[in-house]
């Protein structure tokens, strides 16, 4: 009846934007992330007749409003998929991140891939990393591929069976650094992807996308280090694009991002260093680049005037022990 997990956040290396159906969230076109750590959202469940009503909590506050409906269906959808007897009990759920939300970093990729490991577990379903990925989706699509971690895709469909996350095999992780550039820049990506197909750059986005995705995985399976992140680099200028062009023109980026923009770059082209930026919907940077070179990059991003950390490639979601429980 009760358990925690543990899932990563994702970075989006070619990004989904828009969904052609908000109660499931399935997505236009397949997407690709990598999980970042150590990084981290830390979630407990548990069904009980001893609770009045179903209670979420994220960082000690409790929720309500839309951010309650987003949890519901990822605890309805498991509910759904249970013959637990146990999960007509309320349930409370409690979810603490270790770093900054609602700034462009995935918190909500990794607090609904915690949630639904979690909740997998609790309402007793023997499901796979695959089935409990298309439990995380309908919180958020990018949750589904934290479930699997590392680099995974999510491909599009309009089922459970089609529509989930898979693992692309890659050697990468052995010598990438992420350098996270926090630029704090309050957000809404819900209203951008609801939004995103009113923009008249998102047939031009959807035509290219296919090629994107299977450059991206080629190059991945590859271990192409240059190759991957450049399409990342250019996936986000793509999404900003979409983004920038639907009817309320939503703008992310602040100076500090397009700082950090021009360093990368200078860094690439001066000093030939493998370094290649990257956004999500948000204005804080990704900056991907090898072991070798992250020392100096790092303190080149931090002189850009932005608080900077350094993080590594995670891996799946995870069920922790009891001693892990929140509360």
């Not at 007897?85 to 990794?110: C, I």
């Not at 250019?234 to 992310?252: E, F, K, N, Q």
Request: hydrophobic share 35%.
């Amino acid at each position: 009846m009760k358990a925690t997990a543990m899932a990563h956040p994702i970075q989006g290396l070619v990004k989904y934007h828009g969904m052609r159906d908000e109660i499931e969230r399935f997505p236009y076109h397949d997407s690709i992330s990598v999980c970042t750590a150590p990084s981290h959202t830390r979630t407990t469940v548990e069904f009980s007749m001893d609770y009045e009503d179903d209670t979420y909590v994220v960082d000690g506050e409790e929720l309500e409003g839309r951010a309650y409906e987003r949890v519901e269906a990822v605890v309805e959808k498991a509910r759904s998929m249970s013959d637990a007897a146990h999960t007509v009990y309320p349930l409370r759920l409690e979810s603490e991140n270790s770093f900054p939300s609602n700034v462009g970093l995935g918190s909500s990729s990794s607090g609904f891939a915690a949630a639904a490991m979690a909740l997998a577990e609790a309402a007793e379903l023997d499901a796979s990393k695959q089935e409990i990925s298309a439990i995380a989706r309908v919180g958020s699509a990018s949750a589904a591929r934290a479930v699997t971690g590392a680099f995974s895709q999510l491909h599009t469909g309009l089922n459970d069976e089609d529509c989930r996350s898979q693992r692309i095999p890659s050697n990468l992780h052995e010598n990438m650094k992420i350098i996270v550039g926090l630029v704090p820049y309050h957000k809404e990506t819900e209203d951008a992807h609801r939004e995103a197909a009113d923009s008249h750059m998102f047939q031009a986005r959807n035509a290219h996308i296919h090629d994107q995705i299977a450059e991206m995985r080629d190059a991945l399976r590859s271990d192409d280090f240059e190759r991957a992140f450049e399409l990342a680099e250019h996936d986000s200028l793509s999404l900003a694009a979409t983004t920038m062009t639907g009817p309320s023109g939503w703008v992310y980026w602040q100076p500090a991002t397009l700082a950090i923009f021009n360093r990368v770059r200078e860094l690439r082209e001066e000093e030939d260093i493998p370094v290649y930026f990257s956004t999500d919907t948000g204005a804080s940077v990704y900056v991907n680049t090898t072991d070798e070179y992250a020392e100096e990059v790092e303190a080149e991003i931090s002189d850009c005037g932005v608080s900077t950390t350094t993080w590594n490639v995670g891996g799946p979601a995870r069920l922790l022990d009891e001693d892990d429980h929140l509360f």
